[in-house]
């Protein structure tokens, strides 16, 4: 054999080694990348929840068996999506406490929660009229409330359907019971003592008369005082815990090119429109609704009468002068190009003002149950005044309020509801009362709140009107438009690919930048964008960096690029953060006046508060309101404790120390202390109870809020869902 049939004999086998090999290199560059095979994060799992990670497969399956079998949309995929975390959040942040502690749910006890005689309020929401949010009746006791009775009776009759929808509220319901349960084992565990309740009432009810000067901050403008940048990092230092950073934001801005249909878009939609004009004419009347059906995109086969004003600009003449039959157009109209199709004129009145008197019947739509009469009662009632109205002595609008029975006719207005149009929100019986019956008339209708005794007020003077229907076509932007605008739009990315080129072209060119709001990774709307996922995704792409630009994103009506301006992680926010650093100057300069105020105070101390406030530049002498430490107000000055704690230190007739305040620096003389009254027992048991019921109302959140924090939960959902 010659070498090269022998090459020959072996050319699939090399083939096959050079494409496992290809394979092998794709696979691993695959799977070391930071996207996987189907976009997202390379990451397979969605997040850890205290120190247990959740894998994108389990997290998609429990997913799926919630929505059973449902295509969900965005909104639905979030809400199931928020719902599964929260399960998965109990099962290994919460359930474990539960263990620990012994906290067991017998069947017994869900029973008597679920259909026994003191059957829990959370059961309500699966009985009850969701827009009343009363108990049905075939579920409520006498007084209304569920009746666990009558809950028993349901479940023993359950089809199996419906046992496993109730099956799924019993272990709801478990958790809700054994939550309670923790909770309040932790509220049970608040006490207070006597010593306790002692110095709660004496704090509350020890009063400190005093005076005061002050030397106010603002005395001194804050752009007078240039802290150095040592000084900021060193408070910055020493105040970390006021920096700390709950959970990782972004922000950034972005300028938005927006896709609009140009004028060669316009005029070729219009001249396809004007093709539409012949066949929609020839179209017997009798086929009008299913050509009109086929062809338009708007609200669907609608004959509507139009009148000049509501005609498309400069057509009055051509709708008044149309015959029936005729096709008028193509119009811009707004967002549309339309054609009308003309079916006949007439002349009527616009608006019309009508007084009325409504006598309702029992049965009768919102009458009240002290409503007795019958229907022919009623009846006989409206004709009987109708008689009275046009017997000429009694004018209508002297007995409206006397005997109507619409709330509304009795505020003042004489059962005059004002001017309206075919269009008003009256039921149509009504209108028809007034726009079909000459001024001055008085009539009897019928609807479904009763009999209405009618009095035409008013008519508008008539005007020529225009039977139509209409086929509209959005005007929307040609697949050239939409290029030439991601073009523009990627010629500006690729341009300003840094923070700096970013922010100078958008100067330069006077383009406007919208800002969002701080975003979490899991957030779900940016104002003015409609769907963010992708904007969020690449925000917090470890590429992405403060300054980094995005290329075009596209929402339905625009392409918009991105730039990041700040990135905050989870911990404490760096020095570099804007905010922190204007944080760090307020408080700050704050002190630099509050050490020169102290300084200058200290050396022209007086002998007494008078001659201190002489000294220290004729500052006046303020009284202050009796004061308590626990109400710590300074009157003229707000929320003060230092002061007000400092108080509590001094001896009748003596001067505190220069003190350091919240809106300047102190003197205090204290005058005089009116001590509590002795605390009576029952007053003592009253503010022992007052005091626990306080800290125990804080306990159900702050505790979740701890255990969540000590669970270390990473949530990153937002990469693949």
């Not at 409520?140 to 496993?164: C, H, I, N, Y």
């Not at 119009?331 to 006949?344: A, D, L, P």
């Not at 309206?420 to 726009?435: H, L, R």
């Not at 001067?655 to 002795?678: F, N, Q």
């Amino acid at each position: 054999m010659t070498i090269l049939s022998s090459i020959r004999s072996r050319v699939g086998l090399l083939v096959g080694i050079i494409f496992l090999a290809l394979l092998a290199f794709v696979l691993t560059d695959l799977f070391n990348s930071q996207r996987g095979l189907f976009g997202g994060s390379g990451d397979n799992n969605v997040g850890e929840i205290n120190g247990h990670e959740v894998s994108i497969m389990d997290f998609k399956n429990q997913i799926d068996e919630l929505a059973d079998g449902k295509n969900l949309n965005q909104q639905e995929q979030d809400q199931y999506s928020d719902g599964v975390w929260q399960e998965l959040v109990n099962k290994y942040v919460f359930e474990p406490q539960f263990s620990a502690l012994g906290i067991t749910l017998t069947d017994d006890e869900l029973a008597e929660q679920m259909y026994g005689d003191h059957i829990s309020p959370y059961m309500n929401q699966f009985f009850q009229n969701p827009q009343t949010g009363q108990i049905a009746p075939d579920f409520a006791g006498p007084d209304g409330s569920l009746s666990g009775k009558k809950v028993r009776a349901f479940v023993g009759k359950m089809d199996a359907e419906t046992e496993v929808k109730w099956r799924r509220i019993e272990i709801d319901m478990a958790k809700v019971l054994l939550r309670e349960k923790y909770n309040t084992l932790v509220r049970k565990g608040f006490y207070c003592t006597n010593s306790e309740v002692k110095h709660e009432y004496a704090d509350e009810n020890t009063k400190y008369t005093y005076k005061f000067i002050v030397k106010r901050y603002a005395e001194i403008a804050d752009s007078t005082i240039k802290p150095t940048t040592e000084e900021l990092k060193d408070y910055y230092s020493n105040n970390k815990w006021k920096f700390k950073q709950r959970d990782a934001e972004r922000k950034m801005e972005y300028v938005a090119f927006d896709i609009m249909p140009s004028a060669d878009d316009i005029a070729k939609q219009k001249e396809e429109m004007t093709t539409m004009v012949a066949a929609f004419k020839a179209v017997k009347p009798t086929e009008d609704s299913t050509y009109v059906l086929q062809n338009s995109e708007g609200a669907g086969f609608t004959k509507t009468y139009m009148h000049p004003g509501q005609f498309p600009a400069g057509a009055d003449s051509a709708f008044l002068k149309a015959q029936e039959g005729d096709v008028l157009g193509p119009f811009i109209t707004g967002e549309n190009i339309s054609v009308f199709k003309v079916y006949k004129q007439k002349t009527s009145t616009d608006s019309v003002r009508v007084r009325h008197i409504l006598i309702t019947y029992k049965g009768g739509e919102r009458a009240g149950p002290e409503i007795t009469r019958t229907k022919v009662q009623a009846k006989a009632k409206a004709d009987s005044i109708l008689r009275v109205v046009k017997g000429g002595k009694t004018k209508m609008e002297d007995i409206v309020e006397k005997l109507t029975e619409d709330p509304g006719s009795k505020s003042g207005n004489k059962g005059d509801y004002g001017w309206f149009s075919e269009e008003s929100g009256f039921v149509q019986p009504f209108k028809d009362a007034g726009f079909n019956n000459p001024k001055g008339a008085t009539v009897v209708i019928e609807t479904d709140f009763g009999y209405h005794v009618i009095q035409v007020v008013d008519k508008s003077t008539a005007s020529t009107k225009v039977q139509v229907v209409s086929i509209d076509k959005k005007i929307v932007p040609s697949e050239n438009t939409t290029r030439e605008v991601y073009q523009k739009a990627s010629e500006f990315a690729g341009k300003n690919n840094t923070g700096e080129l970013f922010a100078a072209s958008v100067k330069k060119d006077n383009m406007q930048a919208f800002k969002s709001e701080a975003l979490s990774e899991n957030s779900k709307a940016i104002s003015g964008l409609e769907n963010p996922k992708e904007v969020i995704r690449w925000m917090y792409d470890e590429k992405s960096v403060v300054g980094s630009v995005s290329q075009p994103f596209q929402n339905t009506t625009r392409y918009f690029v991105c730039r990041l301006t700040n990135v905050l992680d989870k911990g404490v926010k760096p020095f570099e953060d804007e905010t922190v650093q204007e944080i760090c100057k307020v408080d700050v300069i704050k002190k630099i006046k509050g050490d020169r105020f102290t300084d200058e105070l200290t050396k022209a101390k007086g002998a007494n508060l008078a001659d201190w406030a002489t000294k220290a530049g004729n500052l006046p002498v303020m009284p202050g309101s009796p004061v308590a430490l626990a109400s710590p107000y300074v009157q003229g000055a707000g929320l003060e404790p230092g002061v007000v704690g400092t108080l509590a230190t001094l001896a009748a007739g003596t001067m505190s120390a220069p003190i350091r305040g919240t809106i300047g620096v102190y003197v205090v003389m204290l005058e005089s202390v009116a001590k509590a009254a002795p605390i009576t027992p029952e007053a003592a048991k009253a503010k022992q109870a007052s005091v626990i019921t306080g800290l125990a109302s804080r306990t159900d959140a702050a505790a979740a809020e701890i255990l969540k924090d000590e669970a270390n939960i990473s949530d990153n959902r937002a990469r693949h869902f």
